[in-house]
T-cell receptor, first 118, second 110 residues
């Protein structure tokens, strides 16, 4: 159990367009999901916390108007990169935890989405 | 959440135990130690977590020192597929989010 699925796994888009990435918890519900970004040869950087039914919480330095997060249901969070530019090219990863297993239950991660902006 | 320190890289021979250390000298009483690994171009994979007692599961063992200032992840019989970046993360009750450090790049040699 505890599978987190992301779609798409890879996407190439032109500069100036918007891209939506989906994150689904397949066999559990999650009121909170987390979005990370990872540049080549670097560690994961937390971007924001997605909250079901309310606004996302963004980490310092992350532009909320550029990275739109919607958590419309207990199993789906989406990240939209608006007006993408080449510097937004990165590996985007989401995660969630099985909240019914207690506060110590670990986060489970999706397999990531590699975004390339040309 | 407490900061962790890990060696940048390590290697071990296939079939041998891989012992990955982590220093978390500022850990507080209610913070757990979590270990994840990331194989190239994949999302992180949860391995194990613990508070103060040693833990073991089908993937690995976690040994936490009595003062909780350091821990060691043990892969008992490393295989080539265990080549990955291993992250040791300390997390408290205040937030469920995980803050990743640089991790240890483990290379398992044939």
């Amino acid at each position: 159990g505890a599978v987190v699925s992301q779609h798409p796994s890879r996407v190439i888009c032109k500069s100036g367009t918007s891209v939506k990435i989906e994150c689904r918890s397949l066999d559990f519900q999650a009121t909170t999901m987390f979005w990370y970004r990872q540049f080549p040869k670097q560690s994961l950087m937390l971007m924001a916390t997605s909250n079901e039914g309310s606004k996302a919480t963004y980490e310092q330095g992350v532009e909320k108007d550029k990275f739109l997060i919607n958590h419309a249901s207990l199993t789906l969070s989406t990240l939209t990169v608006t007006s993408a530019h080449p510097e937004d090219s990165s590996f985007y990863i989401c995660s969630a935890r099985v909240e019914t297993r207690g506060s110590r239950s670990p986060l489970h991660f999706g397999n990531g989405t590699r975004l390339t902006v040309t | 959440d407490a900061k962790t320190t890990q060696p940048t890289s390590m290697d071990c021979a296939e079939g041998r135990a891989a012992n990955l250390p982590c220093n978390h000298s500022t850990i507080s009483g209610n913070e757990y130690v979590y270990w994840y690994r990331q194989i190239h171009s994949q999302g992180p994979q949860y391995i194990i977590h613990g508070l103060k007692n040693n833990e073991t599961n089908e993937m690995a063992s976690l040994i936490i020192t009595e003062d909780r200032k350091s821990s060691t992840l043990i892969l008992p019989h490393a295989t080539l597929r265990d080549t990955a970046v291993y992250y040791c993360i300390v997390r408290g009750d205040s937030s469920y989010k995980l803050i990743f450090g640089s991790g240890t790049r483990l290379l398992v040699r044939p």
